[in-house]
């Protein structure tokens, strides 16, 4: 089996895989000093909620911040699996930063999807790809999480506690689960910081978490590889779903859109079938027969 089908078979049953060693230890540098340098520049602190953590550094929406962090939604092998679970047209939901502080306590366990008014279990809707950008272990506040809970029938109760295993990693590896699987960030009882950023990714049919369109500077946005600009909703889901007066929001960024709506493309393939039609009517051979006399 190729390794992304392994990887996708595993999400479908355990509901997690893990990429050891994807990121190159030049790349968590970079991250890892952008991150420093926006905690110092633009003053972003510890969170306010016991959800987010109080000693917790969270920055969101951080395409916007700094060029480095462009690379993390494309990386190939974890875009492969979102798409081949999620589909080819899936969206980028959010990108934050999880920086566990030391004193930060456990997190309350969840799941990403269980404010959306479905039935579970239900097929994948987001994928999130946790980078570990320091070696992630028990003390430090390794995300937690409960195998297989991706398949229940309900989600965890809020605060409540719920035997777990941490997902103890190498600096550098990508753990990505279905985010219907149960999970939370561990307590970090170490003097150290743990880090690590949260890639999320939902289907393409669906809103996203943070409002990229409008979060992003158009002109930073205009700068984005067109992939990258598709997965922050500079796109059209097959051809219907957010187009701006028929037209694709790519356009605004000064590209050529990937194709026509839904609709344009329906009528040609019709004139199409009618022109070859006629072609072939003109042979005789489609021709209806005579009434009988
Ligand atoms: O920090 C972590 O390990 C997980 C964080 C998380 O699941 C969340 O904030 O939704």
Request: net charge negative; hydrophobic share 35%.
């Amino acid at each position: 089996m190729d390794p992304t089908q392994e990887h996708v078979a595993r999400i479908r049953d355990q509901g997690y895989t893990v990429l050891e060693r994807t990121i190159a230890p030049s790349t968590i540098d970079d991250i890892r000093g952008a991150l420093m340098r926006l905690e110092r520049e633009k003053r972003f602190g510890y969170a306010t909620t016991s959800f987010e953590g109080r000693n917790t550094v969270r920055i969101n929406n951080l395409l916007a911040h700094d060029e480095v962090f462009w690379q993390i939604p494309l990386q190939p092998d974890v875009l492969a699996i979102a798409q081949a679970l999620l589909d080819p047209e899936l969206l980028l939901s959010s990108l934050c930063s999880l920086t566990l502080g030391p004193g930060q306590t456990t997190q309350p366990m969840h799941e990403d999807t269980q404010q959306i008014p479905l039935p579970r279990p239900h097929v994948p809707l987001s994928i999130n790809a946790v980078w570990a950008l320091s070696d992630f272990t028990d003390a430090n506040g390794a995300t937690r999480i409960v195998p297989g809970s991706h398949r229940f029938d309900h989600a965890p109760d809020y605060g409540r506690h719920y035997d777990s295993v941490a997902a103890t990693v190498p600096a550098g590896s990508i753990i990505v689960f279905d985010s219907a699987l149960w999970h939370g960030g561990g307590a970090n009882t170490t003097a150290e910081r743990r880090w690590a950023l949260s890639c999320y990714y939902c289907a393409g049919w669906m809103r996203q978490q943070e409002n990229l369109q409008l979060g992003i500077p158009r002109e930073t946005a205009a700068r984005f590889p067109r992939r990258l600009q598709e997965l922050c909703g500079y796109s059209v889901y097959r051809g219907q779903w957010g187009h701006i007066d028929n037209h694709d929001p790519i356009e605004l960024l000064g590209r050529e859109r990937a194709r026509p709506m839904v609709w344009e493309a329906s009528e040609r393939k019709a004139q199409r079938k009618a022109v070859a039609g006629e072609a072939a009517d003109t042979t005789g051979e489609s021709r209806p027969s005579p009434p009988p006399a």
